[in-house]
């Protein structure tokens, strides 16, 4: 399953499938981007980062993307699964700044 | 490591009165806190940064006077809601980053439910 992020907050994907959670940024002169999960109720949880001299990083079960001429940012899940239902946020920062600015979310619920 | 605590996870005060959030982190030390509030469906909202032993920076639009902000030290933050209101109800969320890092990465507490009648 795919989200297009602002425009399709909310993603079904199918339990063991791929998820793609899109986000596109605002900031051009942002350096510095996380993709948080968010459970109901919860705090936000960090996934991974990326810096901007990149285009991809990997961790556990996901991968980041970052496009930085179009200003996209996307996370990639692998084999879904229903513990990954929740709230998905990118956020982008300035390095030095320390502040960052949180895109609207894309919920993800996962199909048994 | 980077696990930070939230005190209380949730309180119902009366109109009118102060309510006191804490933030701990707990395995690391940090060098600036940043207190955020989420409405239901919404995303964070930054309310201010704080480094610890100075005076807290607000987002426009956030009373600096209503949200008092303490940083006493490098591990503990508290906001306190001074004469709540209703409108003031919300999910309240600390996170921290960690000092001697140069990553801009913000670790988070649990949250804070405050539900003002």
């Known amino acids: 399953g795919e989200s297009v992020g602002l425009h399709l907050p909310t993603l079904s994907v199918q339990e063991g499938d791929n998820s793609i959670i899109n986000c596109a940024y605002s900031?051009?002169?942002?350096?510095?981007f996380i993709w948080y999960k968010q459970e109901s109720g919860k705090g936000p949880q960090f996934i991974i980062d990326i810096r901007s001299n990149m285009d991809k990083r990997q961790g556990q079960r996901v991968t980041v993307l970052l496009n930085k001429t179009v200003k996209h940012l996307s996370l990639q899940i692998a084999a879904t699964q229903p513990g990954d239902s929740a709230v998905y946020f990118c956020a982008e920062g300035v390095e030095g700044d320390y502040k960052l600015s949180f895109g609207a979310g894309t919920t993800v619920t996962v199909r048994a | 490591g980077a696990v930070v605590s939230q005190h209380p996870s949730w309180v119902i005060c009366k109109s009118g009165t102060s309510v006191k959030i804490e933030c701990r982190s707990l395995d690391f030390q940090a060098t600036t806190m940043f207190w955020y509030r989420q409405f239901p469906k919404q995303s964070l909202m930054l309310m201010a940064t704080?480094?610890?032993?100075?005076?807290?920076?607000?987002e426009q639009g956030v009373e600096k006077d209503k949200f008092l902000i303490n940083h006493a030290s490098l591990t503990l933050s508290t906001l306190t809601v001074t004469s709540a209101h209703p409108e003031d109800s919300s999910f309240y969320i600390c996170?921290?980053?960690?000092?001697?890092?140069?990553?801009?990465?913000?670790?988070f507490g649990p949250g804070t439910r405050l539900l003002v009648l």
């Open positions: 704080s480094n610890e032993g100075s005076k807290a920076t607000y």
């Open positions: 900031n051009s002169a942002s350096d510095y």
């Open positions: 996170s921290a980053r960690r000092k001697g890092t140069d990553r801009e990465t913000q670790y």
